[in-house]
């Protein structure tokens, strides 16, 4: 038994260390298949994003990775990418990659002509909220949610980022209650339009490890995805080696509890669904 994590950053985008780090640490986590996926480049001023001149020297890395250390590890080429109609999308990237996770982290162009950041400071996300939404954050919300839908309708990913992240406000400032009506249909409507378009949605933990927040998607959201029979990988999208199996064993165990019997893993070019238990997937031997 084994892991696999799908959604990591390295120095190339905001990560820490090295991509070497990374699969040394995760060969010391007993993972065997390991995703790169640092935030894609952006053609307007992004701090956390790939430098889009460095973008080549990132896949060459990778690549690299990937052939010394294949006889010990499964090394995947991805990346992070923006939702922004016009701007990024999906399609910019996958051909080059092994597989794509699709984020929305930016909503709508503020007035100072740059795009509003939906999981940055809660100063930045009021700031927004305020000048496109009037300051009604059910609307504010309801829109990135709607905005994640456009993207698994219009060009979908292989596996949906962190998609309740906007609720990570919520720990500085009561913005809404995740009991709401209103926001319970938002995600449901999520999850309903990435089952038709058969994205895997991820439960990622670092909302949970950082304290920034909880799993994204919360626990109550697990047993929505369970009843619709929606795949899920398992992901902490960590930013440093030490993060890269980070609650996975609690989690895993935890999704079991409630009648999630698989994980999707990557092979032969598509992810297929593979038992798993608190120590990580079920391996078959080929
Ligand atoms: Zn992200
Ligand atoms: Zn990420």
Redesign the pocket.
């Given at each position: 038994m084994a892991w696999t994590n799908y959604h990591s950053h390295t120095n190339f985008s905001d990560g820490k260390l090295t991509a070497k780090d990374y699969v040394l640490a995760a060969l010391e986590q007993n993972v065997f298949q390991y995703g790169f996926s640092d935030?894609a480049p952006v053609q307007f001023e992004c701090e956390w994003c790939i430098d889009p001149e460095k973008l080549s020297i990132y896949y060459d890395t990778v690549d690299q990775l990937k052939s010394t250390f294949s006889d010990k590890i499964d090394i995947l080429k991805s990346l992070?990418i923006d939702y922004i109609p016009g701007e990024i999308t999906n399609s910019d990237f996958k051909n080059d990659l092994d597989y794509c996770v699709g984020?929305v982290?930016f909503g709508q162009k503020l007035e100072d002509g740059t795009y509003w950041v939906i999981?940055g400071p809660s100063k930045e996300f009021d700031i927004g909220v305020k000048e496109l939404y009037d300051d009604n954050i059910q609307l504010a919300v309801e829109q990135y949610f709607a905005l994640n839908q456009k993207m698994l309708l219009e060009d979908p990913p292989d596996i949906l980022?962190?998609f309740d992240?906007v609720k990570m406000h919520n720990k500085n400032r009561f913005y809404f209650s995740e009991d709401a009506s209103w926001y319970k249909d938002a995600i449901v409507a999520t999850l309903e339009t990435a089952k038709k378009q058969n994205v895997i949605v991820e439960i990622n933990t670092r909302g949970r490890y950082k304290k920034i927040s909880d799993y994204y998607p919360s626990q109550w959201v697990w047993r929505e995805i369970k009843e619709r029979n929606i795949p899920i990988v398992l992901n902490s999208?960590c930013h440093h080696p030490r993060e890269i199996t980070k609650e996975f064993s609690l989690v895993a165990e935890e999704l079991a509890s409630i009648g999630i019997k698989e994980l999707m893993v990557f092979e032969n070019g598509g992810f297929v669904p593979r038992a798993f238990d608190g120590d990580g997937v079920i391996l078959v031997e080929p």
């Open positions: 935030h992070e984020s982290h999981d980022g962190h992240k999208d």
